[in-house]
Nanobody
């Protein structure tokens, strides 16, 4: 299995931006789609965004569409989540995950992801 390590979280104010990174090692990265999920305290984990193996297809949750951008650099085996216009309701632990396929058919289905990072905290103050 691939090892995934997230970074880039922190405490910011509403309206600020953050870029999360997900560095992959020890396994295949370039052939698989990647996704970002988040979990706020007391809530279920929810889908945020996904990107196909070559970056050509992206999916977003409605709550982040137009504010977040998912991307990847296969040469660096790293996925990114650019988060702009952050809101307090974006506060959560953010996780990256490797999809079992190259192009996710149902990107929000967490059971279709077989490797997960440990998460990075994002806190947005109002």
């Amino acid at each position: 299995q691939v090892r995934l390590v997230e970074s880039g979280g922190g405490l910011v104010q509403a309206g600020d931006s953050l870029r999360l990174s997900c560095a992959a090692s020890g396994g295949s990265f370039t052939r698989y789609a990647m996704g970002w999920f988040r979990q706020a305290p007391g809530k279920e984990r929810e889908f945020v965004a996904a990107v196909s193996w070559n970056g050509g297809i992206t999916h977003y949750a409605d709550s982040v569409k137009g504010r977040f951008t998912i991307s990847r650099d296969n040469a660096k085996t790293t996925a990114y989540l650019q988060m702009d216009s952050l809101k307090p309701e974006d506060t959560a632990v953010y996780y990256c995950a490797r999809h079992v396929g190259s192009v996710p058919v149902n990107p929000s289905r967490s059971t279709d992801y077989d490797s997960w990072g440990q998460g990075t905290q994002v806190t947005v103050s109002s």
